[in-house]
Nanobody, 124 residues
Framework: QVQLVEPGGGLVQPGGSLRLSCAFS????????MAWFRQAPGKEREFVAS????????EYADSVKGRFTISRDNAKNTVFLQMNSLKPEDTAVYYC?????????????????WGQGTQVTVSS
Protein backbone atom coordinates (compact mmCIF):
# COMPACT_ATOMS: atom_id res chain seq x y z
CA GLN A 1 0.00 0.00 0.00
CA VAL A 2 1.32 3.43 -0.96
CA GLN A 3 2.25 5.66 1.95
CA LEU A 4 3.20 9.33 1.89
CA VAL A 5 5.03 11.01 4.76
CA GLU A 6 5.64 14.75 4.94
CA PRO A 7 8.06 16.05 7.53
CA GLY A 8 9.35 19.57 7.33
CA GLY A 9 6.65 22.12 8.05
CA GLY A 10 7.13 24.93 10.51
CA LEU A 11 7.00 28.61 11.33
CA VAL A 12 8.60 31.12 8.97
CA GLN A 13 8.57 34.90 8.74
CA PRO A 14 6.94 36.70 5.82
CA GLY A 15 9.33 36.84 2.89
CA GLY A 16 11.12 33.74 4.08
CA SER A 17 11.58 30.33 2.49
CA LEU A 18 10.76 26.76 3.39
CA ARG A 19 11.17 23.44 1.62
CA LEU A 20 8.65 20.66 2.13
CA SER A 21 9.41 17.05 1.29
CA CYS A 22 7.19 14.01 0.85
CA ALA A 23 8.59 10.51 1.08
CA PHE A 24 6.80 7.87 -1.03
CA SER A 25 6.82 4.15 -0.20
CA UNK A 26 4.87 0.99 -1.03
CA UNK A 27 4.86 1.30 -4.80
CA UNK A 28 6.77 2.36 -7.89
CA UNK A 29 7.22 6.09 -7.44
CA UNK A 30 8.00 6.57 -11.12
CA UNK A 31 4.46 5.51 -12.03
CA UNK A 32 2.77 8.22 -9.98
CA UNK A 33 1.96 11.82 -10.70
CA MET A 34 2.48 13.86 -7.55
CA ALA A 35 0.90 17.03 -6.21
CA TRP A 36 0.73 19.39 -3.27
CA PHE A 37 -2.51 20.77 -1.87
CA ARG A 38 -3.16 23.00 1.10
CA GLN A 39 -6.04 23.73 3.43
CA ALA A 40 -6.41 26.79 5.63
CA PRO A 41 -8.80 26.88 8.60
CA GLY A 42 -12.39 27.23 7.45
CA LYS A 43 -11.48 26.85 3.77
CA GLU A 44 -11.63 24.05 1.24
CA ARG A 45 -8.56 22.10 0.24
CA GLU A 46 -6.93 23.84 -2.71
CA PHE A 47 -4.45 22.84 -5.39
CA VAL A 48 -0.91 24.20 -5.10
CA ALA A 49 1.24 22.36 -7.65
CA SER A 50 1.64 19.08 -9.53
CA UNK A 51 4.38 17.22 -11.39
CA UNK A 52 3.70 14.42 -13.85
CA UNK A 53 5.15 10.95 -13.67
CA UNK A 54 6.79 10.74 -17.10
CA UNK A 55 7.87 14.09 -18.44
CA UNK A 56 7.94 15.88 -15.13
CA UNK A 57 5.64 18.59 -16.45
CA UNK A 58 4.65 21.01 -13.73
CA GLU A 59 1.55 23.06 -13.06
CA TYR A 60 0.94 25.74 -10.42
CA ALA A 61 -1.91 27.61 -8.84
CA ASP A 62 -1.88 31.27 -9.84
CA SER A 63 -1.45 32.27 -6.20
CA VAL A 64 1.95 30.55 -5.94
CA LYS A 65 3.28 30.81 -9.50
CA GLY A 66 6.76 32.32 -9.53
CA ARG A 67 7.23 31.72 -5.79
CA PHE A 68 6.87 27.96 -5.36
CA THR A 69 8.66 25.16 -7.23
CA ILE A 70 7.66 21.51 -7.25
CA SER A 71 10.27 18.88 -8.10
CA ARG A 72 10.81 15.16 -7.75
CA ASP A 73 13.78 12.88 -7.18
CA ASN A 74 12.88 9.48 -8.61
CA ALA A 75 16.02 7.89 -7.17
CA LYS A 76 14.97 8.91 -3.65
CA ASN A 77 11.20 8.42 -4.09
CA THR A 78 10.65 11.97 -2.90
CA VAL A 79 8.74 15.02 -4.08
CA PHE A 80 9.63 18.51 -2.91
CA LEU A 81 7.93 21.88 -2.68
CA GLN A 82 10.32 24.82 -2.46
CA MET A 83 8.42 27.84 -1.15
CA ASN A 84 9.97 31.30 -1.46
CA SER A 85 8.70 34.80 -0.70
CA LEU A 86 6.18 33.35 1.70
CA LYS A 87 3.14 35.39 2.67
CA PRO A 88 0.81 35.12 5.66
CA GLU A 89 -1.91 33.88 3.30
CA ASP A 90 0.24 30.83 2.56
CA THR A 91 -0.44 29.62 6.11
CA ALA A 92 -2.17 26.24 5.88
CA VAL A 93 -1.77 22.52 6.34
CA TYR A 94 0.05 21.25 3.28
CA TYR A 95 -0.72 17.79 1.90
CA CYS A 96 1.20 15.61 -0.51
CA UNK A 97 -0.90 13.51 -2.91
CA UNK A 98 -0.31 10.81 -5.52
CA UNK A 99 -2.27 9.44 -8.47
CA UNK A 100 -1.40 6.61 -10.85
CA UNK A 101 -2.21 8.58 -14.00
CA UNK A 102 -0.03 10.39 -16.49
CA UNK A 103 -1.74 13.76 -16.25
CA UNK A 104 -1.63 16.16 -13.37
CA UNK A 105 -4.91 17.48 -12.00
CA UNK A 106 -6.16 20.30 -9.78
CA UNK A 107 -9.02 18.19 -8.43
CA UNK A 108 -8.34 16.58 -5.03
CA UNK A 109 -10.79 13.73 -5.60
CA UNK A 110 -8.76 12.18 -8.42
CA UNK A 111 -5.75 11.58 -6.20
CA UNK A 112 -5.62 8.08 -4.74
CA UNK A 113 -3.22 8.57 -1.85
CA TRP A 114 -2.61 11.36 0.66
CA GLY A 115 -0.08 12.22 3.30
CA GLN A 116 -1.05 13.20 6.83
CA GLY A 117 -0.33 16.89 6.24
CA THR A 118 2.20 19.28 7.69
CA GLN A 119 1.52 22.72 9.17
CA VAL A 120 3.12 25.77 7.58
CA THR A 121 2.67 29.05 9.43
CA VAL A 122 3.87 32.35 7.98
CA SER A 123 3.93 35.00 10.66
CA SER A 124 6.18 37.62 12.19
Amino acid sequence: QVQLVEPGGGLVQPGGSLRLSCAFSGGNFRLYTMAWFRQAPGKEREFVASITRNSGMTEYADSVKGRFTISRDNAKNTVFLQMNSLKPEDTAVYYCAARSQIEGSRRPRVYNYWGQGTQVTVSS
